[in-house]
């Protein structure tokens, strides 16, 4: 059997034509298909969201900037994900080419790395927001964050070198190919580009985020300094709660996989059981990609409000009418169809409205 490093499905589904499990070519497809679908959805609504919210001119904020990127990363991840269905039903066969197996297996693996690191910036950005609300003002901005994410797309392709370089055709039986990853020593390269991906994609992002957002809950836990308004404080532990939800699905839902990962290195002669775990594994590693939506949808009352204003009917004004203030530190308002007069449905969206 030939392992593959990385999330590659390409891959691995040699590993189901050598086993010959029947769940492979009947479930994952059908989990895969749903995955892909929820996923694109999700993500798409996410996008035109805030989307929808800069074209109506309202201030786009950091945490928007974070959010938006990584919902076109996993974008990206899910297009990939009918190839792989096409490739499991096709008995591990692959019938795109050499090109487009190089494509698809580096977009898989870039996908990877460049959430894990936007991930890494956000924890990074709640630290800033709140323990120094006020000292690092000036770095938490718009410009500073498109940069920051332009910085984790480079590191992201160099870091995705060697799968650029090996990734190809590997023959089958019949005059059929797969697409895998065909390093040079598949025995040696395997053991040290598993290892690789690993400490670079996984184990060192995740030390570095535990370490950030322990000090964050110290900050939040001793802190006798003079505390900013309330309604910011508000904010900034609504924006820090959905941060750390997103980290925790992604490492529950890439954990697994790197686990099994290391496990294969030291399994010459996979059991039925590890099949199963490892096709369990690369399913929890696609959902995490469809899981994010939900978890805006779920932890922000704010992002719920801009979704509304967004899909509403476009030949429908409103007015706002008795703002108020929550408990919260948020303005409440209630909008009801106008009448005589019409304003622009742009200007409802306040600015500083970002996804919480």
């Known amino acids: 059997m030939s392992r593959a490093p990385g999330h590659s499905l390409l891959a691995h589904t040699q590993h189901r034509a050598e086993d010959g499990a029947l769940h492979c070519g009947a479930i994952l497809p059908v989990i895969?298909?749903?995955?892909?679908?929820?996923?694109?959805?999700?993500?798409?609504?996410?996008?035109?969201?805030?989307?929808?919210?800069?074209k109506c001119r309202a201030k786009q904020t950091v945490p928007d900037i974070f959010i938006l990127n990584l919902s076109i990363v996993d974008l990206l991840f899910l297009l990939g994900m009918p190839f792989l269905i096409h490739q499991l039903l096709g008995n591990g066969t692959w019938h795109f080419g050499a090109a487009?197996?190089?494509?698809?297996?580096?977009?898989?693996?870039?996908?990877?790395?460049?959430?894990?690191?936007?991930?890494?910036?956000?924890?990074?950005?709640?630290?800033?927001?709140t323990v120094h609300p006020i000292r690092f003002n000036y770095v938490r901005t718009p410009c500073v964050a498109v940069l920051v994410i332009g910085l984790?797309?480079?590191?992201?392709?160099?870091?995705?070198?060697?799968?650029?370089?090996?990734s190809g055709l590997m023959p089958l039986p019949d005059g059929l190919v797969a697409c895998a990853l065909l390093l040079p020593d598949p025995v040696t390269d395997t053991y040290w580009f598993t290892l690789y991906q690993f400490f670079l994609a996984f184990a060192i992002p995740l030390a570095i985020i535990c370490l950030v957002f322990f000090k964050i809950l110290q900050h939040m836990s001793t802190s006798v300094a003079p505390l900013p308004p309330r309604s910011l404080r508000v904010r900034t532990r609504k924006v820090t709660r959905m941060a750390v939800a997103i980290c925790l699905a992604f490492f529950i839902c890439w954990a697994p996989f790197y686990i099994l990962q290391?496990?294969?290195?030291?399994?010459?002669?996979?059991?039925?059981?590890?099949?199963?775990?490892?096709?369990?594994?690369?399913?929890?590693?696609?959902?995490?990609?469809?899981?994010?939506?939900?978890?805006?949808?779920?932890?922000?009352?704010?992002?719920?409000?801009?979704?509304?204003?967004?899909?509403r009917p476009a030949h429908r004004k409103f007015r706002v009418v008795n703002p108020s203030t929550t408990d919260g530190g948020s303005v409440s308002v209630r909008m009801v169809p106008e009448g005589a007069q019409q304003e622009p449905a742009c200007r409802e969206i306040p600015s500083n409205a970002a996804p919480e």
């Open 32 to 54: 895969f298909g749903i995955i892909c679908f929820l996923g694109i959805i999700g993500n798409c609504i996410v996008m035109y969201t805030i989307m929808k919210k800069t």
């Open 100 to 129: 487009m197996c190089t494509v698809i297996t580096a977009l898989d693996s870039n996908s990877q790395i460049v959430s894990t690191y936007i991930l890494t910036a956000m924890t990074f950005d709640r630290y800033l927001a």
């Open 152 to 166: 984790v797309w480079v590191l992201s392709l160099l870091t995705i070198i060697p799968v650029w370089m090996y």
């Open 262 to 311: 290391l496990v294969h290195l030291a399994v010459q002669k996979p059991s039925i059981a590890f099949s199963y775990a490892y096709n369990i594994a690369i399913s929890m590693g696609y959902a995490n990609s469809c899981i994010n939506p939900f978890l805006y949808i779920m932890l922000s009352e704010t992002f719920k409000r801009q979704f509304l204003r967004a899909v």
